[in-house]
């Protein structure tokens, strides 16, 4: 506040000029008793730089409103028409097409909302965006994409200066990936990794941000960034990752005759509990596919883990171990054959935060799962104490493992499921039986095909050794009644004689 003295001067100075100046108009319009500069619209310089900061959050806040509003206008246009045509959503399966729709689509992302352009101009922008076909998938994604970035707002808020650095830090990052898509998946994977690491560093070095809200920071930070991130980098077009995931998914398929006592797994799903537990572990390691943040796809990972941990302890009564752990998890693997495992372990070395990919738990059940990827990659006979026989003919469907005889289930078990177990022994009959007559036929044909050499061979050797000659025309021997008596020395032939009685 002014004091006397302050005030005497400045209406002597008032006066000299021949100005009446009244003593309120000096002061700041907010009425904290400081002298307002004009220039500062009547505000001091402590209550203009509060006024500033409130008028820029307003405005953020609207334009993140109009932005949803926008999104919202773009979907439902979207719906109308494809009620219109009639056109089908994506399916997982169908990756070919949902790569041609992602890249004819012409997207117009949240950011445009926050550059100096118009409204009027991202209002155009929109409208182009809504005659582009966009798939069900993508319009989740986007209501997904929104639902993160609102609450990496409200997040930051509670870090302050630090938030507005960090929310600036990857606004400007997420403008250098929209230029680079060009480059190949590991300079991108580069460029994000770096970006982690200066993000935290800069955390730490200074706004001296305690370590334990630095890594959660970290974590939100890569939460917002893969969420806007993640169709340009999970599974790129660039890459074979679609390819080794078909690989996998096959090579998954045709060991699907791998029994528990194969791979030496100490879990008894004869227990309902751990019986229980091995469906929650398949179902984590399913649901790792849904999540779009390399954070929640390990977290998926470490439930599964943990529930198998689990699914061991209960059936030895004891601690597992790690001898015990990665053969259960190979097991849950074949038995859930997860979509787009590949992708997803590629996915999450290239994108997550190093600090917890190389510690903690998280870090320890990934290794894992990579272990047992790759040892179902390279099974082999050897590995399951096969020979390689019985490993062919399992590999091809000729035959399977002897299967669980009806009369060991406990009495739990549902009729169902014993129905179908005598049918399969059945069918396993059958078809040694079916083996055995294609087995019997073929040695059948086989003798015959011998036996009938066999007598060509000897006759041929016969033929050889008492050769067939053919001999002249003989003289042909006189008549009885002939006239050559002399050379046939014969004697004539009677003559009849008539004797008259």
Request: charged fraction near 30%; aromatic fraction near 8%; proline fraction near 5%.
């Amino acid at each position: 506040p002014f004091s006397s003295s302050s005030r005497r001067k400045m209406n002597l100075k008032s006066e000299r000029r021949g100005i009446h100046v009244d003593q309120s108009e000096l002061l700041c319009k907010k009425g904290c008793g400081y002298y307002g500069n004009p220039a500062w619209q009547g505000f001091c310089s402590k209550c203009w730089r509060e006024e500033y900061h409130k008028a820029r959050q307003k405005q953020i806040q609207e334009d993140w409103e109009l932005a949803e509003r926008l999104q919202r206008e773009e979907e439902e246009a979207y719906a109308s028409s494809q009620s219109t045509q009639g056109a089908q959503s994506l399916t997982f399966s169908k990756f070919e097409e949902k790569k041609t729709n992602e890249k004819t689509r012409k997207v117009t992302t949240v950011k445009k909302f926050f550059t100096a352009s118009s409204r009027a101009g991202a209002k155009k922008a929109e409208i182009q965006e809504a005659k582009a076909p966009s798939p069900s998938i993508h319009r989740q994604a986007s209501i997904e994409t929104d639902r993160v970035s609102k609450e990496f707002i409200e997040f930051i808020r509670t870090y302050q200066k630090p938030g507005q650095d960090i929310y600036k830090q990857c606004k400007l990052f997420l403008d250098t990936m929209s230029h680079k898509r060009e480059l190949s998946i590991e300079e991108q994977s580069e460029c994000a990794q770096d970006f982690y690491q200066n993000v935290a560093d800069r955390l730490q070095t200074r706004w001296k941000v305690p370590p334990e809200k630095v890594e959660k920071a970290m974590d939100e930070v890569e939460k917002y960034i893969m969420t806007r991130q993640y169709k340009y980098v999970f599974c790129p077009e660039t890459t074979d990752d679609e390819k080794k995931d078909l690989a996998v998914q096959k090579r998954i398929r045709a060991l699907h005759w791998v029994t528990p006592q194969m791979l030496c797994v100490p879990v008894s799903e004869e227990i309902p509990e751990v019986s229980d537990m091995v469906v929650k572990a398949i179902t984590d390691i399913i649901e790792m596919d849904s999540k779009r943040v390399p954070r929640d796809k390990l977290a998926c990972i470490t439930k599964c883990s943990k529930h198998i941990f689990n699914a061991i302890k209960i059936t030895k009564n004891e601690p597992a171990s790690a001898d015990d752990f990665l053969p259960t998890l190979i097991y849950i693997v074949l038995k859930g054959n997860p979509p787009r495992l590949q992708s997803n372990i590629q996915y999450i070395t290239r994108f997550c935060n190093p600090s917890r990919l190389m510690t903690g738990e998280d870090g320890y059940y990934f290794t894992n799962l990579c272990c047992a990827v790759a040892f179902i990659e390279k099974l082999d006979a050897q590995s399951l104490n096969l020979s390689q026989e019985d490993f062919d003919r399992f590999m091809t469907g000729q035959t399977s493992p002897k299967k669980q005889e009806s009369d060991s289930f406990s009495p739990d078990v549902c009729l169902g499921v014993k129905q179908m177990c005598k049918s399969l022994d059945l069918l396993s009959q059958l078809n040694e039986r079916q083996e055995r007559i294609v087995s019997e036929a073929k040695k059948l044909e086989k003798d015959l095909i011998d036996w009938t050499d066999g007598i060509t061979k000897e006759v041929e050797e016969i033929v050889e050794k008492y050769p067939l000659e053919i001999k002249g025309k003989s003289q042909a021997l006189a008549a009885i009644d002939s006239e050559n008596v002399e050379n046939d020395k014969l004697p004539p032939p009677l003559q009849p004689q008539v004797y008259a009685g």
